[in-house]
Each structure stands twice: as C-alpha cells, then as structure tokens.
C-alpha cells in the first residue's frame, strides 16, 4: 500500500463511509472450527470481523494501514491493533489458530499467511470476484478473483472445507460477484514424526 492509500482509508473512516457492519456469514459460520485462540484479521478496517472474534473468546491481532480505522478497536478487551502497510509487513509465523482476511486482496500475502498458521490453522477468506455483471467492485482488476483462483491457489497446500462463488447484492441496490473460502492447513510432515 502506499501513502495515498492510507489517506484514502482515513478520510473513509473519518467521514464515516459506510462500511458495512455485519460480519460475513463465512465468518461466523467457520471461525469456530479454530481449535485455539490466537486470530489475525488481516486488513480490519474498523474492526468488525475483530471485534466478533474477540466477543467470541479469541485473542485478536488487528492490522490495518489505517489509524483512523483501528482507532474504533480501542479499548476493546482481547485485541491488539498494528498499524501497518501489508506490502511491508512481515505476519508472526507459527503463531495463529485462525487468520480471517475480507475485501482485501494481496496475493503475495498468501505464503506469509500459510506460514503464519499453525499446523491446522483456519484461514477463513472472502471477496470480490471479476464477472460482467457487477455493479460495485474495486475498479482494479489486479484485486479481484477469477473464477476458481482460490481452489487452484489452495487445494493443494491446504484441506479446503468449503468454496462457494456467488453474486451478491450489497450496498444500495449494488450487486457483486464474490468467493468464500474456509481452508486448514495441513499437518507439516515435522509434527507427524
């Protein structure tokens, strides 16, 4: 990210855009498959995702290039928030039971994510899709999938427990396509021996 981007997301916040509050369903549906309680919400923003880890009994580390946005987490018992540019950021390793990541896309982050998790570790991801019929999408393509990116991406390092694509409305009559993933890392053949 760059500095333009964390004026960007300040002004957002500080004007109060509106971001939606729900957290996702995949992540309420799946983040209870952590067998600890050690999180990561990558690129939190205002802390939605967060603030329901917390809530639900996880020890929650918050990154976001955004002051503004972590500055809602405040005070929230159970969260630690780190201002952070994710082009720079190198994740702890082997430290994470689960690692939640929405409506961010940066695909070099993926081997830092997957080193980031302890063997069977949750990595719980969702966001936009390229298709033809959306109507509100980041306009650049470089952050939003193709279709089956995150199967090929991840079936091979990870046990994938769910996919799904699918178009969704959002925001004011706005629809866009979007992918779901729930994956737990494998086993590393040390932890076998």
């Keep these: 990210m760059s500095i333009e981007d964390k004026i ?21 549906k799946f983040s209870s498959l952590a067998t600890g309680d050690r ?8 802390g939605r995702n967060a603030k329901f ?10 990154l976001d290039i955004s002051p503004v ?18 082009d720079n950021y ?13 409506y961010y896309l940066n695909r070099n982050l993926f081997p830092q994510i997957e080193n980031a998790l302890r063997d069977g570790g949750i990595f719980i991801f969702e966001t936009f899709m390229h298709h033809e019929e959306n109507t509100k999408v ?6 939003l999938l193709n279709k089956g990116e995150l ?16 178009m969704d409305n959002i925001l004011c009559g706005e629809k866009a396509m979007k992918a779901s993933m729930v994956a737990k890392k494998r086993l590393s053949k040390l932890s076998n021996l």
């Design 53 to 62: 880890l917390a809530k639900n009994g996880f020890m929650v580390d918050a």
């Design 138 to 143: 980041p306009s650049n393509k470089s952050f």
């Design 151 to 166: 199967e090929a991406t991840f079936n091979n390092r990870y046990e994938l427990l769910y996919i799904h694509e699918f």
């Design 39 to 46: 999180a990561l919400d990558i690129a939190s923003g205002t």
């Design 69 to 86: 946005g972590l500055s809602k987490l405040d005070g929230i018992d159970n969260i630690t928030t780190y201002e952070v540019d994710l």
């Design 90 to 102: 190198k994740l702890k390793e082997n430290f994470y039971d689960l690692i939640v990541c929405t």
């Design 8 to 28: 960007r997301w300040d002004e957002k916040y500080k004007n109060n855009h509106p971001i939606p509050i729900e957290v996702p369903e995949v992540v309420e």
